[in-house]
Every structure is written in C-alpha cells, then in structure tokens.
C-alpha cells in the first residue's frame, strides 16, 4: 500500500480535495443503493452508466472481491451552478488517473465517479458509448453504499439537505 500513496498525492495535484488509498473492506455493496436509482432518480434509464445499463450490486460486490486496494477521492463543496462543470472535470481526472495507474503496470485498474454521466448533452442508449475511455459508471449506480464506504475510510459524507447547498462529489479507483 504504501507505494501506491503517490496516486493520492497526484489526484491532490488534480483538483481532488481529499484522497485517501483505503483497503476494500471499506466498500460497502447493498442491494438498496441500486433502487435509489430506479425509484428516486431521473436519470434511471437515460445514461449507459446507470441503471439498468450498470453492474447489478451481486456482480460489484464479487468484482470488489477480486481486489485489495482502492483510492477513494473526493472534490468537496460544489456549488450547485458549478455542478455540471465538476461531475465532466470529475470524469476527466478519474480516466487520466486510472490510465497513468493502469500504464505503471496495475493492469485492473478501474474507476467509478458518482452521479449520472454528462460527457454528452443526450446519451444514445440504444447504441455503444461514443467516449469509452472517460466514462465509467457511478459507484451507486453499481450497488456502492458510498456514504458508508466514505464514512469507513475516515473522510465525511452528508446528506445535501437544501437544493441551494453544496455538495461533494466522490470517486474510486479499484486497484491491484
Ligand atoms: S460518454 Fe456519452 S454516450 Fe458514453 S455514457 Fe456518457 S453520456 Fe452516454
């Protein structure tokens, strides 16, 4: 673990405002998270990286499984003007960083960002994703528990109470 703590450090140096290298007993993967999506969400249906599209928790939880180690970050205290402008900047450090971690030789790098994907105005579903690379699907949209697994790391996670408040956006990188 400890040789992997330069990623934390390079994800600072991106524009993360917290990143923490956690053991993947942090992650939780529940069944509940997905039917936030499905009930509760309008964006169930119209992104390839959400829901139905997305790994159903039982698939997640056998890939997390599979690893030992993930960088958990955060940028925090998002004014809702600037939220559209943080989820595609959110995106892009996440695909630089699984790529530089992926190309230093941890071949099953892989990331999840949070909240629906907005690389594209409209996203085609009913044909393949014309950004491969940078999109990934979010970590709920997956089954991931994120306020536990953030809250389990040691980092803070609230409920956003009021439309005009800020919020916090979270990504993860499994790694091994
Ligand atoms: S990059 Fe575009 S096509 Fe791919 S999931 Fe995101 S919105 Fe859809």
Same mark, same amino acid.
């Given at each position: 673990?400890?040789?992997?703590?330069?990623?934390? !450090?390079?994800?600072?140096? *991106?524009?993360? @405002?917290?990143?923490?290298?956690?053991?993947?007993?942090?992650? =939780? =993967?529940?069944?509940?998270? /997905?039917?936030? $999506?499905?009930?509760?969400?309008?964006? &169930?249906?119209? /992104?390839?990286?959400?829901?139905?599209?997305?790994?159903?928790?039982?698939?997640?939880?056998?890939?997390?499984?599979?690893?030992?180690?993930?960088?958990?970050?955060?940028?925090?205290?998002?004014?809702?003007?600037?939220?559209?402008?943080?989820?595609?900047?959110?995106? !892009?450090?996440?695909?630089?960083?699984? /790529?530089?971690?992926?190309?230093?030789? &941890?071949?099953?790098?892989?990331?999840?960002?949070?909240?629906? $994907?907005?690389?594209?105005? @409209?996203?085609? @579903?009913?044909?393949?994703?014309?950004?491969?690379?940078?999109?990934?699907?979010? *970590?709920?949209? $997956?089954?991931?528990? =994120? &306020?536990? @697994?953030?809250?389990?790391?040691?980092? /803070?996670?609230?409920?956003?109470?009021?439309?005009?408040? $800020?919020?916090? &956006?979270?990504?993860?990188?499994?790694?091994?």
């Amino acid at each position: 673990m400890p040789g992997l703590r330069k990623y934390a !450090k390079r994800a600072l140096s *991106m524009g993360m @405002t917290k990143a923490k290298i956690i053991s993947v007993d942090n992650i =939780v =993967v529940k069944n509940w998270v /997905r039917i936030k $999506c499905q009930y509760g969400c309008g964006g &169930y249906g119209k /992104r390839l990286t959400c829901p139905p599209y997305s790994p159903t928790p039982e698939y997640m939880q056998k890939m997390v499984n599979e690893y030992s180690t993930a960088l958990l970050m955060q940028i925090e205290d998002i004014p809702p003007a600037k939220e559209t402008r943080m989820s595609r900047k959110l995106k !892009k450090i996440l695909a630089e960083l699984e /790529r530089e971690i992926f190309l230093d030789g &941890y071949y099953k790098a892989f990331g999840m960002a949070s909240g629906p $994907c907005r690389l594209c105005r @409209t996203c085609m @579903t009913a044909k393949p994703c014309i950004h491969p690379y940078e999109a990934r699907p979010a *970590m709920e949209a $997956c089954g991931i528990d =994120v &306020y536990q @697994t953030v809250r389990n790391s040691g980092l /803070r996670l609230n409920v956003v109470k009021e439309e005009d408040s $800020c919020c916090t &956006y979270n990504a993860l990188i499994l790694i091994e």
